[in-house]
């Protein structure tokens, strides 16, 4: 079984032979999936990828440090545009300009996580709402960012181009590549954070956070932190959402775009990086290929189309999406408030203990 | 010019109370933070505007009809969607009424698309009265005047003197106190959430009067109201209607001199007043206990 036998297995990053098969598996799966995906479906991809990630960073956030935060589209849309604009404006190349608007959207997550030391519950989360309302109606008026209207995202080019480097990434199989990578690191930097210190205090601080304060886990420096960190994770997810759509406007970040991350680590699994990716998989998945042309589904596209025309407007099929949406989230606290984590665990057990 | 300054503020303000005081009563007795509170308020107006484009009723048989569907929606929500959850944390709980507002929204595309439609209120913000001299108050703000107030007096009166509004009281203190007292916690819920959806429906169908009616036009409103309870403490119903005022107020002036920046004002005051007083204006500060 599970069993921890001393300090050293605890923090390995693969906890067995088998954890390292299967990942070193996915990992060739997911390195040469060009190959046998046609183009639209890379681009699907490329947003799951980017998905994961915020994921994964808004997971250290509410899984493992107990905050809500309904204002993760803020911290995405600063790293977009941030990154964007840097490289626009100043020309800094890509990975300094994307570590920046990481930082400026870890910066801000500081300065919202300090509010945070004395809310918690309902009234953080309307803080957070808050804020992230207001990041949406200042890159709406001010001129620099494009206003109303949005921004082009330049040219992906990971090379220094004023050096004579220059690496044009111009299609989206070479983003892939990109995103992928940033995916991977930024995944197992998070997996690897939850077993250090920094790790325990935020899960000391979930469990209670006065036990972990007398403890000795400064609640200043770790709630603020996690904050930051989760922000970070945001930031760098928004700069790469901005290339792989392309043309983004200040609507594209809205207060459904944070339901929808919450609905994703909610649905993966709270606390749990595994869980987290899952979740962004299945919903990303869900909102941006099932769901978005449900009237051409097999069987239940026809079925619906000729239930909207009774009884409802086949204009507003598109809606459904948003039903769907609903009952999922709803399902998942009533009937499985681990998230696909707990069904994944069920699993496990239940195959490792088969005979009884 | 200052004085229709205050009394639209107030008006507007008074209506983000009303909302706020549904959004207080449903976490004064339960604990939950309902943010579906303003799609609940949006699909039972979308019903009244529905009895009256398509059935023709008069207005009054509509709004009674559509607070009996107010009633029995939020019931519907506490039965179906909060009472199978078992000992839901703080954000499953968020997550359960994040869930019903999606749903609600959703339905309401689906049945009534996404254009925007007039919504015929009796009470018009372009009639205008002069009551006093000096005074000028549209039919409206006087509305939501006299709404707000007999709200407040009945709500006072009801959790003074009547059994179930004692037992709701009850029940915010000590639910298993109160189960042992003999009240049935359950229904008391499913009573909260009949009542809180009344009251916001009547707030959403003010709303609506003032803007358009589409599914997504009591998104502002909502998180507007919410904010104002918040503001005021969220366990203290004057003081919900209080913070409704003060927000009103607050946006309408900063609205007239800055006008760019109204629809964040809102928020940037709450969370600054929320890093001074946690609890809110009104309400009194808990220290939790180890």
Redesign the interface.
Known sequence: MDMKRDYYEDIEIFSSGTVLFWSIALFAVLFTLPLYMPSYNIYLFNIILVHVILAVGLNIL?GYTGQ?SLGHAGFFAIGAYGTSLLMMHLGIPFFAAIIAAGLIAALSGFIIG??AL??E???L???T???G??IM??IG?WEIFGGRMGIQAPPLDIGIPQWGWSVPLDSDVKMYYLILVIAIVMVIGARNMMKTRIGRAFVAIRDDD??AEVMGVNLLTFKTLSFAVSAFYAGVAGGLFGFVLGFFDPFTFN?ILS?IF??MI?VGG?GSVLGAVMGATLITYLQYDLLKNVDEMPYLGDALVWI?RK???V????????????????G???FE?LGMFGIWIRIKKYWKTWPF | MIEQLIIEGLAIGACYGLFGVAVAII?KTSDV?NFGQGEMGMISTFVAYHILAQYGLPFWLAFVLTMVFAVLLGVFIEFF?LR???D?????L???T?????????????????EQKDFIFPLSVQKVHEPIPGLVLNEWSMGVFALTALIMVLLFLFFRYSNLGIAMRATQQNQNAAKIMGIKVERVFSFTWGLSSFIGAMAAMFFAARSVLD?NFM?EPF?RA??AA?LGG?TSIPGVVMGGLILGLIENFFGYVWP??K??V???V??II??IR???LFAKHYV?K?
């Not at chain 1, 204009?315 to 709803?330: A, V």
């Open positions: 509410v809500i300090l509010p004395r809310l519950g309902p009234y989360a309307i803080a709402l808050g804020f309302l207001t109606h200042i008026r006065i036990a207060l339901i919450l609905v909610v709270l909207s009884y409802f407007t204009i507003g099929l598109e809606n459904f999406n948003s039903i769907m949406l609903g009952i999922i989230m709803l998942i606290v009533i408030p | 976490y933070v969607f199978p959850a078992k839901p944390t703080v954000l499953g968020i997550i359960i994040l869930g019903a507002e999606m749903l609600l929204m959703g339905l309401a595309g689906w049945k009534w698309g996404a599914p998104m998180m919410f904010a918040v969220l760019v920046w629809p964040i809102a928020f940037v709450i969370i929320l890093t946690p609890s809110g939790k180890v």
